[in-house]
C-alpha cells in the first residue's frame, strides 16, 4: 500500500508539469499527498472496519468511509464528477471509466488473502463509483497483478495475467514520446503495468512510470502498487514518505500495515 502512497506524493509535482525523463529527485519540498494517497487510506481504513462482513456490506461501509475521510480533504485534486459525489455524498455510482478506481484498491493487495477475494474486493472497491467496465477493470487488475506480485509469481506470470485484459505489447521507449495526459483506466493501467514489468527495483518503477508524461501522480501510484508487492520497499523511502502525510492519514496507514503488512 505505501507504494501507491510513493508513487502518487513522488508524482504529485509532475502531473501538470511532465517530464519525459527518469533523472530526476525522489522527493523534494514541492512534492505532496493528493487524492490517491486519501482514497488508498479511505480503502484501507474500510477494509480494516468491514472487511470481513458481505460484500454488499462492506460496499455499504465503503461509502461511508469514502465520504467521512473524502470530505476532510476536500481540496486534494478529485476530479469533477469525484468530488461532487464527495461533497453530496452520494450514494450510488457513477459510471466512471477513470482511473481513479485503479489508484486507490492497492490495500485490497495485502488484505486479500486469494487471488479470487483480491478479484472480489477490488471489484467492489471500485464499483461503488467506477461502475464502467473499463473502472471495474483497472482496479481488478490492478489489484490482482499487485497480489500475484506479493505472493512469488514471476514477471512472466504476471504479464500473462495482465495481458488476458489489457495489450502490453510495446515498450516505454515507444510510447513515451507522444503519451500525454490520459485520466481512463483504460489510458493508465496498461502503462503503469509496463513501467512495473521493465523495473528493476521499486525505485525504478517509480521513475520509469513518472518518465512517460501523463497523470503522473496516478500513474506512479498504480505502478507502485505492484512494485511493492514484488520488490518490497527501503525503509528509508518509506519514512520520506510518511513525513508527507499528516497524522490522521498516518495513523490509518499504520494501523493497517501493522495489521496486514508487517505479519
Given amino acids: 500500500m505505501y507504494g501507491a502512497i510513493i508513487g502518487d506524493i513522488v508524482g504529485s509535482v509532475y502531473e501538470f508539469d511532465n517530464i519525459k525523463t527518469k533523472d530526476f529527485p525522489l522527493f523534494s519540498d514541492k512534492c505532496f499527498f493528493t487524492d490517491d494517497t486519501v482514497m488508498t487510506a479511505a480503502v484501507a481504513k474500510a477494509l480494516m472496519l468491514y472487511g470481513e462482513l458481505d460484500t454488499e456490506l462492506f460496499r455499504y461501509g465503503l461509502v461511508k468511509t469514502m465520504h467521512e475521510i473524502g470530505n476532510k480533504y476536500i481540496n486534494c485534486g478529485y476530479g469533477g464528477k469525484f468530488k461532487v459525489w464527495i ?121 520509469n512510470a513518472i518518465s512517460i508524461g501523463g497523470d503522473s501522480d496516478t500513474l506512479a501510484a498504480i505502478t507502485g502498487a505492484v512494485a511493492e508487492g514484488f520488490y518490497g520497499i527501503d525503509s528509508t523511502i518509506v519514512k520520506y514518505a510518511e513525513s508527507y502525510l499528516d497524522e490522521e492519514l498516518r495513523e490509518t496507514v499504520n494501523n493497517f500495515v501493522r495489521l496486514y503488512i508487517e505479519v
Fill in 87 to 207: 461533497r453530496e455524498k452520494f450514494d450510488e455510482p457513477y459510471n466512471s471509466w477513470g482511473n481513479g478506481s485503479a489508484m486507490r484498491v492497492s490495500p485490497v493487495i495485502w488484505y486479500a488473502k486469494t487471488l479470487e477475494e483480491a478479484e472480489i474486493l477490488a471489484k467492489a472497491t471500485a464499483d461503488v463509483t467506477h461502475n464502467h467496465p473499463e473502472g471495474i477493470k483497472g482496479a481488478v487488475v490492478t489489484a490482482c497483478a499487485g497480489w500475484l506480485a506479493k505472493n512469488g509469481a514471476s514477471k512472466e506470470e504476471i504479464a500473462e495475467y495482465i495481458s488476458r485484459h489489457y495489450d502490453i505489447g510495446f515498450t516505454l521507449d515507444e510510447i513515451r514520446p507522444l503519451y500525454a495526459f490520459d485520466e481512463s483506466c483504460q489510458g493508465t493501467v496498461p502503462q503503469a503495468m509496463v513501467a512495473f514489468l521493465e523495473s528493476e527495483s521499486f525505485e525504478d518503477a517509480i521513475r
